[in-house]
């Protein structure tokens, strides 16, 4: 091949490559303008979403994930547009197709991943847990450090970091100790059969009545509710004035401390275990009717 034809070859595809050019001149012209467009709409659509958002929510990341949403989807109506002004339409169906392909192969292998990550949505419009909350999940009780959109942060009471998927935060049972503002404490004491149950309410209210982290509006109340194998049993029901573990922990110690030196003034028994024993064939002898040989 001589080098005029190889001249004319190029000269002919670059005239061809021209005249293609400008006859989509007026497109490509309006393709630019409606990106240039676009990407400032949807950057001001994120902008005003982020900001209404933030009116209704106090959680940031779920308002920024929406915002971010609603820029991608403008994003993808200018791209998917541009193409269209550009008579690219085989390029878009293509697109589409490829995306969706991707999009349920990206299903199957991030399925647990995109579960936690509907359970962090929905868990941050329900709100059933803030962070500061003192909280109990499945076998896991402290306080709420983070609520990321996969997962949540507690820390245990014994110094732990637990991270538990949303999947289990939104699946289980939460018991949250936060939202009244107060805890019940309950204490199991027993009393000997022969102490008079009466004066044994009366001593023991009047011991417990005087912790300052009690609340005002709920009194302690003392019940009977077994008669054990040694002892009378009851117990003391009271109510703390903050979830905080370390107050429930001092009232706890506190009550135990001032019952036992109320008990102790007053001559009420807390008894030790007890057993009697019977040594007779049908029963009834007692173990000092019982003849001991000894044999020397």
Same mark, same amino acid.
């Given at each position: 091949?001589?080098?005029?034809?190889?001249t004319?070859?190029?000269?002919?595809?670059?005239?061809?490559?021209?005249?293609?050019?400008? %006859?989509?001149?007026?497109?490509?012209?309006?393709?630019?303008i409606?990106?240039?467009?676009?990407?400032?709409?949807?950057?001001?659509?994120k902008?005003v979403?982020?900001?209404?958002?933030?009116k209704?929510?106090?959680?940031?990341?779920?308002n920024?994930?929406?915002?971010?949403?609603?820029?991608?989807? *403008?994003?993808?109506?200018?791209? *998917?547009? @541009?193409?269209?002004?550009?008579?690219?339409?085989?390029? =878009?169906?293509?697109?589409?197709?490829?995306?969706?392909?991707?999009?349920?192969?990206l299903?199957?292998?991030?399925?647990?991943?995109? !579960?936690?990550?509907?359970?962090?949505?929905?868990?941050?419009f329900r709100?059933?847990?803030?962070?500061?909350d003192?909280?109990?999940?499945?076998?896991?009780?402290?306080?709420?450090?983070?609520?990321?959109?996969?997962?949540? =942060?507690?820390?245990?009471?014994?110094?732990?970091? =637990?991270?538990?998927?949303?999947?289990?935060?939104?699946?289980?049972?939460?018991?949250?100790?936060?939202?009244?503002?107060?805890?019940?404490?309950?204490?199991?004491?027993?009393?000997?059969?022969?102490?008079?149950?009466?004066? @044994?309410?009366?001593?023991?209210?009047?011991?417990?009545?005087?912790?300052?982290?009690?609340?005002?509006e709920?009194?302690?109340?003392?019940?009977?509710?077994?008669?054990?194998?040694?002892?009378?049993?009851?117990?003391?029901?009271?109510?703390?004035?903050?979830?905080?573990?370390? =107050?429930?922990?001092?009232?706890?110690?506190?009550?135990?401390?001032?019952?036992k030196?109320?008990?102790?003034?007053?001559?009420?028994?807390?008894?030790?275990?007890?057993? %009697?024993l019977?040594?007779?064939?049908?029963?009834? %002898? !007692?173990?000092?009717? !019982?003849?001991?040989?000894?044999?020397?």
């Open positions: 091949m001589d080098l005029s034809k190889i004319f070859l190029i000269s002919d595809k670059l005239t061809e490559w021209s005249e293609a050019v400008i %006859t989509m001149l007026p497109n490509i012209v309006m393709a630019a409606f990106l240039v467009l676009g990407l400032y709409i949807a950057k001001f659509a902008r979403t982020l900001n209404l958002t933030n209704v929510s106090n959680n940031i990341t779920l920024t994930l929406f915002s971010s949403i609603i820029y991608i989807s *403008f994003l993808g109506i200018v791209i *998917f547009t @541009v193409l269209s002004i550009l008579n690219l339409d085989k390029a =878009v169906t293509s697109i589409l197709a490829g995306a969706g392909i991707l999009g349920l192969a299903a199957f292998a991030f399925q647990d991943i995109a !579960t936690n990550f509907m359970s962090g949505i929905f868990i941050s709100k059933p847990l803030k962070v500061g003192i909280v109990q999940i499945k076998d896991y009780m402290g306080k709420v450090k983070s609520i990321n959109l996969r997962d949540t =942060v507690v820390e245990t009471f014994q110094g732990k970091t =637990v991270i538990i998927p949303n999947k289990e935060v939104f699946q289980n049972p939460i018991e949250n100790y936060t939202i009244l503002q107060k805890r019940r404490f309950d204490l199991n004491v027993g009393v000997s059969y022969g102490d008079d149950l009466e004066k @044994v309410r009366e001593i023991t209210l009047r011991a417990v009545s005087d912790i300052e982290e009690l609340t005002k709920d009194k302690v109340s003392v019940f009977f509710n077994e008669f054990g194998d040694s002892s009378v049993n009851l117990t003391v029901r009271m109510w703390v004035n903050t979830p905080e573990q370390s =107050v429930y922990n001092k009232v706890g110690s506190e009550a135990i401390i001032k019952i030196k109320a008990y102790d003034a007053n001559d009420i028994m807390i008894p030790f275990p007890i057993r %009697t019977d040594f007779g064939i049908k029963g009834g %002898t !007692t173990l000092t009717e !019982t003849p001991i040989n000894f044999k020397g």
